[in-house]
């Protein structure tokens, strides 16, 4: 079965540091998501992509956090510079498209982010 | 209010029980009904989608009250592998997802 892959799995950094994310979607689908899970809480939309272009980034914090799909296939999420309670697991998932009906979300296994 | 509201739980219940949990959401207009599963510290994994006219699959069944703007996941015959968590996920156009329910099955 085709998965999401993300890397890397685990980051460990500093505060005031950058760190980046990457995701390649599910062959073929078109809508893209990144969303943040902090333990104990449901997963939090960050930025929706349906192929390049950017459709939902009304929760993303743009001082500190940008989103790229160049190409609307793999996409970078950055954090610059990290703050201590950016500390969580960074979800990207994918849908086949976009419309009235969502399709369901497939998850990629998620990047842990600690930032000390 | 949250969009979407589950109890948190841990609902603890013996193998071979049936549990069962709800979740609210606030808009009226939700189209996209969906239940999650997600283990500790995995990824959520696409358990059911939920249909107006309610669906079974196994040992699980979704139903949808739109008067009362809920869903509800009832799991029967309960496994120790059916604990984890369990989000509920709902929206038109964009999806939101529910804090979680704990589900605990012991031995």
């Known amino acids: 079965e085709a998965e999401v892959a993300q890397s890397p799995r685990y980051k460990i950094t500093e505060k005031s540091q950058a760190v980046a994310f990457w995701c390649d979607p599910i062959?073929?689908?078109?809508?893209l998501y990144w969303y943040r899970q902090i333990l104990g809480q449901g997963p939090e939309l960050l930025v929706q992509f349906q192929d390049e272009s950017v459709v939902d980034d009304s929760q993303l914090p743009k001082d500190r956090f940008s989103a790229e799909r160049l190409k609307g296939v793999d996409s970078t999420l950055k954090i610059q510079p990290a703050e201590l309670g950016d500390s969580a697991m960074y979800l990207c998932?994918?849908?086949?498209?976009?419309?009235?009906?969502?399709?369901?979300?497939?998850f990629g296994n998620g990047t842990r982010l600690t930032v000390t | 209010r949250k969009e979407v509201e589950q109890d948190p739980g841990p609902f603890n219940v013996p193998e071979g029980a049936t549990v069962a949990f709800n979740c609210t959401y606030s808009n009226s207009a939700s189209q996209s009904f969906f239940w999650y599963r997600q283990d500790c510290r995995k990824e959520p994994k696409l358990l059911m989608s939920v249909y107006s006219s309610g669906n079974e699959d196994g040992r699980f069944t979704a139903q949808l009250n739109r008067a009362s703007q809920y869903i509800s996941l009832l799991i029967r015959d309960s496994k120790l592998s059916d604990s984890a968590t369990y989000l509920c996920?709902?929206?038109?156009?964009?999806?939101?997802f529910g804090a979680g329910t704990t589900v605990t099955v012991r031995a």
């Open positions: 996920v709902v929206g038109r156009w964009k999806l939101s």
């Open positions: 062959s073929g689908h078109a809508t």
């Open positions: 998932a994918s849908s086949p498209r976009e419309g009235r009906e969502n399709s369901p979300l497939h």
